[in-house]
């Protein structure tokens, strides 16, 4: 019985002491603004971000707090971003805060808006692209539209594309403009999930 009880005790240091680690170790990224906090404001990102009703579109009672890694980061199609918004995005959507988007459109690619049975279908380079991530009484419908990605810039969409200010009606984003990549929803605690 009391060798059972020094395993428990040294077990409970041990994870004690890890999650102290850590700990320290995320407030050290946070001091040095390699990882920044957000939270979600809007359902321009829903379902895989959530807002907090009763903001129109949110499906949840709590919004999504996440971290951004905003350094040793590459950027690829699908990656969730922060960024801030160029000054054409700031003047359609009126708003000046931080964004975040999903990346759709790589530098120099060419980007398409088709719309098939009544809804928006993403191609680029001429394919489908595949969204796993879109609801599909999300995805809206509207006029087809046909973009190229400039040279260092990203073609960025909401995930609800009912309600998402994007690329689409303002462009491309510089790569400068971008803050960093949601790594992590941490809060509430039923959706920790990694990205």
Same mark, same amino acid.
């Given at each position: 019985?009391?060798?059972?009880?020094?395993?428990?005790?040294?077990?409970?240091?041990?994870?004690?002491?890890?999650?102290?680690?850590?700990?320290?170790?995320?407030?050290?990224?946070?001091?040095?603004?390699?990882?920044?906090?957000?939270?979600? /404001?809007?359902?321009?990102?829903?379902?895989?971000?959530?807002?907090?009703?009763?903001?129109?579109?949110?499906?949840?009672?709590?919004?999504?707090?996440?971290? #951004?890694?905003?350094?040793?980061?590459?950027?690829?199609?699908?990656?969730? #971003?922060?960024?801030?918004?160029?000054?054409?995005?700031?003047?359609?959507?009126?708003?000046?805060?931080?964004?975040?988007?999903?990346?759709?459109?790589l530098p120099?690619?060419? #980007?398409?808006?088709?719309?098939?049975?009544?809804?928006?279908? &993403?191609? &680029? /380079? /001429?394919r489908r692209?595949?969204?796993?991530?879109? &609801?599909?009484?999300?995805? /809206?419908?509207?006029?087809?539209?046909?973009?190229?990605?400039?040279?260092?810039?990203?073609?960025?969409?909401?995930?609800?594309?009912?309600?998402?200010?994007?690329?689409?009606?303002?462009?491309? &984003?510089?790569?400068?403009?971008?803050?960093?990549?949601?790594?992590?929803?941490?809060?509430?605690?039923?959706?920790?999930?990694?990205?």
């Amino acid at each position: 019985m009391r060798r059972a009880y020094r395993i428990s005790v040294a077990a409970a240091t041990l994870v004690l002491g890890v999650l102290a680690l850590a700990a320290l170790g995320l407030m050290l990224l946070l001091v040095t603004g390699t990882v920044k906090i957000y939270s979600v /404001g809007s359902s321009t990102m829903e379902p895989t971000l959530h807002c907090a009703r009763p903001t129109r579109g949110c499906e949840a009672t709590r919004k999504d707090r996440f971290l #951004v890694l905003t350094r040793f980061v590459s950027y690829g199609r699908g990656d969730i #971003v922060a960024f801030e918004p160029p000054p054409k995005a700031e003047a359609v959507c009126r708003t000046a805060v931080a964004y975040v988007k999903r990346i759709i459109g790589l530098p120099r690619e060419s #980007v398409e808006i088709r719309i098939r049975n009544r809804a928006a279908i &993403v191609y &680029v /380079g /001429g394919r489908r692209l595949g969204e796993p991530y879109i &609801v599909q009484h999300r995805r /809206g419908s509207g006029p087809e539209k046909s973009f190229k990605v400039p040279q260092d810039h990203f073609f960025v969409m909401g995930d609800d594309r009912l309600r998402s200010c994007d690329s689409r009606l303002w462009g491309a &984003v510089p790569r400068e403009n971008l803050i960093g990549k949601v790594v992590m929803i941490y809060w509430p605690p039923q959706r920790i999930s990694f990205h």
